[in-house]
């Protein structure tokens, strides 16, 4: 039958029709499926409706729950809680003790420094909680924000007002690395000893 010849009654057989349907369903899939994918990646489909959580600390009001309170350390004498400042305003303040007290000497001379600090936010309790997880880090970087500093710098107010920015930007910047925040508004001293 094969060797036949075609009659008008029967038309000719073509030969490979499936193998290119097949193949056209196959390109269309292909190329549905990297459109879908593009659409996915770029954005256009899945959460295009849904808009990105902000996941950086927020500022707590006064009177305001913050949503992360952060627990005492066990071996304070106070606790370990945050101090909350009242103070004139709209945002509460809270307060972080670093639990030991920074020496280091002075660029320029022999003279060492020895100071207690303590660092204070508006923002809510991840802050506190990142300051302590990364005291170690911080700590580093004050040491180095200290043996930066000469003993000339130090014998005015302007000179140790100086230098509580550098360390709160010292601060910040260690935390943005590490956690892509920074929020410490400002660094106090608790102590301050130059000899």
Known sequence: MSNETPTPETPPKK???????????????GA????????????????????KEDKNPKL????????????????????????????GGEYRTA???FSEEFTSNLAD??????????AS???????LMWLDEHETALR?????????TSEADLASIKGKEELQKRLTKAIN????????????DNVYFRSFIVQ
């Not at 659409?39 to 409706?49: C, D, N, R």
């Not at 001379?109 to 303590?118: D, H, N, T």
């Not at 935390?175 to 929020?183: I, M, Q």
């Open 15 to 29: 030969k490979g029709g499936k193998l290119k349907l097949l193949i056209l369903a196959l390109v269309l899939l």
């Open 60 to 87: 707590v009001r006064k009177g305001q729950e913050d949503p992360y309170p952060v627990a005492g350390k066990e071996g304070d004498k106070d606790g370990g809680a945050p101090v909350h400042g009242a103070g």
């Open 32 to 51: 549905g499926g990297g459109g879908t994918y593009a659409a996915f990646a770029s954005g256009l489909l899945g959460v295009h409706g849904q808009e």
């Open 121 to 127: 936010t508006h923002y809510d309790g991840r802050v």
């Open 140 to 148: 580093s970087r004050i040491l180095t924000e200290l043996a930066a």
């Open 173 to 184: 910047q260690t935390l943005e690395e590490r956690e892509g925040f920074g929020g410490v």
């Open 95 to 97: 307060y972080y003790d």
């Open 109 to 118: 001379g022999p003279a060492l420094i020895q100071v207690s600090l303590a």
